[in-house]
């Protein structure tokens, strides 16, 4: 496994800053000399912002290359009723709590819809503030021109000149931009099957993007252009392998990266992103993972979640992607600052690389049902019952049929219960209802201890308080009503 040692770099052409803490405490001490930090005095000639006579493509060589993304706020609508990350521009404040991750990001990549719709002042202070850590920068893009009949409204179709626009509104910004992450245009141009669906051959995807290429070089030759894309079902790593192979054919180069926006709900998530490692490297493509915490509910449990990702898929599996992402487009999590908190977006980046063992929903603690044995009255083999405590939310245990169903959780010995969370799994909506109960060793009796009734949804969270309650070692969660398949997406039991 690749070794994630600091690395810190030099930040052109920045003037010496006193910085001062903006968290109203002592100032940070900062990184040591010679960092990325914005404000520390360079040690070669000073350049003007977006000024270069000879501009060249970003060095995406080093490794792992590190990514940061955080959806800065943006209106609320259809699909997004979350507004980002709160305090995204007090990242470009001097004296930003954030110089520790800062030193470890290489690109910081920008939202198409926010560079579309921010004003010019606003842009102007991030893609300075960009340049002045020393990292490159990027932005999503969707490539694709909309035919008549279909790609309205989908995403990846936001125009074959959305490239070059974007481009042109950063340059007049001050700024330059020196990435541009393809939207998506394989999944949606190709493998979607939704409303507005295009069934575009991969040809044909490839040619669209060969366009917006085109497009963007016209202007500005040196962008380095990459791709993004999801993995749900009947996504394979032999359809992104055969996607990479007619982007060359198109526009006769390697794609700079590819970028997966993992399904996590699939068990075998952690193979499929090793199988579509390997088939970067046999084609001389970087890959690389979106790590995000999805729907968890609160900032601790996203980043939580997303650490867990990270180590599952790299220190269990022996995973070693090219580009690491931290990216988020979720409700949370809520605020980038400071790093010195652990429910901040910038103490994700920390952990990774400082303190790993202070990563993943295990280090949490409280939850004392995370990966402790499950069984249940019946289960797909998709949808087995250890994803009820997994700890992740995007995953699932069904039982594959209506009610009566149940699951056992054992907690190795009996323990004094706090409280009981369940996050549901349903559809559709409706009546539910549920019995906890409990035993004391593995085959005794099972005591009543709570009941759950009324209308439920998915994603719901459901909280129990188990005030009175025995000591248990074996939690039965019971369902005896509900209008879909049984199926939990969570469950945790707190201690006292």
């Not at 010496?16 to 900062?30: D, K, R, Y």
């Not at 295990?362 to 994803?387: D, M, V, Y």
């Not at 004391?440 to 909280?463: K, N, Q, R």
Request: hydrophobic residues 40%; glycine residues 12%; contains cysteine.
């Amino acid at each position: 496994m690749r070794t994630r040692a600091k690395t810190w770099r030099l930040a052109l052409g920045i003037a010496a800053i006193v910085a001062t803490s903006s968290c109203g405490g002592a100032a940070p001490s900062g990184p040591p000399a010679g960092s990325r930090s914005a404000f520390a005095a360079s040690t070669v000639p000073s350049t003007t912002v977006g000024v270069d006579p000879e501009p060249t493509p970003a060095d995406l060589s080093e490794r792992p290359l590190v990514w940061f993304a955080p959806l800065p706020p943006l209106p609320t609508g259809p699909g997004r009723p979350y507004i980002g990350s709160e305090d995204f521009m007090d990242l470009w404040q001097p004296g930003a709590d954030w110089d520790e991750a800062a030193g470890h990001v290489s690109v910081f990549k920008l939202y198409g819809e926010w560079v579309d719709g921010v004003s010019t002042d606003r842009l102007r202070e991030v893609v300075e503030g960009i340049a002045a850590r020393g990292m490159i920068l990027a932005v999503e893009a969707g490539p694709l021109d909309p035919p008549a009949d279909c790609g309205q409204g989908v995403e990846g179709f936001a125009g074959s000149d959305s490239g070059r626009r974007l481009a042109a509104k950063i340059r007049d910004a001050g700024g330059r931009l020196q990435v541009i992450a393809l939207d998506e245009p394989w999944y949606f141009g190709h493998v979607y099957n939704g409303p507005n669906a295009c069934h575009l051959t991969v040809e044909e995807v490839a040619q669209g993007v060969a366009t917006f290429v085109d497009n963007v070089h016209e202007e500005f030759p040196w962008v380095v252009v990459g791709d993004i894309e999801p993995t749900p079902l009947p996504v394979t790593a032999g359809g992104l392998a055969e996607w990479m192979d007619a982007y060359r054919s198109a526009l006769g180069t390697e794609m700079g990266f590819l970028h997966l926006d993992l399904d996590w709900s699939q068990s075998t998530w952690s193979e499929f992103a090793l199988d579509v490692e390997a088939e970067g490297d046999a084609r001389d493509v970087p890959t690389g993972i979106i790590y995000t915490g999805g729907a968890a509910p609160s900032n601790e449990d996203w980043i939580g979640l997303a650490g867990q990702r990270a180590l599952d898929h790299e220190d269990r599996d022996g995973g070693e992607p090219d580009h690491v992402i931290f990216q988020s487009w979720n409700d949370k999590p809520d605020f980038v600052l400071p790093e010195t908190d652990v429910t901040a977006f910038t103490s994700f980046i920390d952990r990774y690389f400082d303190d790993r063992g202070s990563l993943g929903l295990g280090a949490q603690g409280g939850n004392i049902a995370f990966r402790k044995p499950i069984t249940g009255s019946a289960e797909l083999a998709e949808s087995p019952a250890s994803h009820a405590v997994d700890g992740d939310p995007d995953t699932i245990w069904n039982a594959g049929a209506g009610p009566v169903a149940w699951v056992d959780i054992d907690l190795g010995e009996a323990l004094s219960i706090g409280s009981v969370r369940l996050t549901v799994a349903q559809d559709p909506a409706g009546p539910t209802e549920h019995k906890l109960l409990g035993a004391s060793a593995p085959g005794g009796d099972l005591v009543p201890l709570a009941t759950l009734t009324g209308s439920t949804s998915d994603y719901d969270i459901l909280e129990v308080e188990a005030t009175g309650w025995p000591e248990i070692r074996i939690l039965r969660v019971l369902t005896t009503s509900s209008p879909s398949w049984v199926a939990w997406r969570e469950i945790e039991i707190e201690a006292p």
